[in-house]
């Protein structure tokens, strides 16, 4: 595999070509510019990123299901994964790193 370096369209297919020379051709093309996980600076946390600390509930979120989950994150954001987790398990805690910034209310 490599970087795509030029793409283009060739009557009902796609053309592809590496920086390497390689070139391929397909039916369809997809685009997909990537993403980057911005990690809090905590110890532990980037040595059990994948492993026990997930970003996404609908990923991972079944094969955690009523087991003792915490949840990272502040204000509105923190509380409303929060309560969509309730689905999944019904023992959290929500940790803010510092202040919550939630009403007593919330």
């Known amino acids: 595999m490599g970087e795509v370096v ?4 060739l009557g009902d297919r796609f053309q592809v070509a590496l920086s390497d ?3 391929f051709v397909g039916r369809k093309l ?3 510019t990537g993403m980057k ?6 110890d532990g946390f980037v040595e059990l990123w994948g492993s026990s600390i997930f970003h996404c509930p ?5 094969e955690v299901r009523d087991q003792p989950l ?12 929060t309560f969509m987790l309730t689905g999944w398990s019904r023992n959290l805690v929500l940790c803010s790193d510092g202040s919550a910034e939630l009403t007593h209310e919330q």
């Open 37 to 42: 996980d911005s990690l809090p600076a905590i």
């Open 58 to 62: 609908y990923c991972r979120g079944w």
């Open 70 to 81: 915490a949840i990272y994150g502040k204000g509105e954001i923190g509380l409303e994964m």
């Open 21 to 23: 020379g390689n070139q």
């Open 30 to 32: 997809l685009l997909a």
């Open 6 to 9: 030029d793409a283009q369209k």
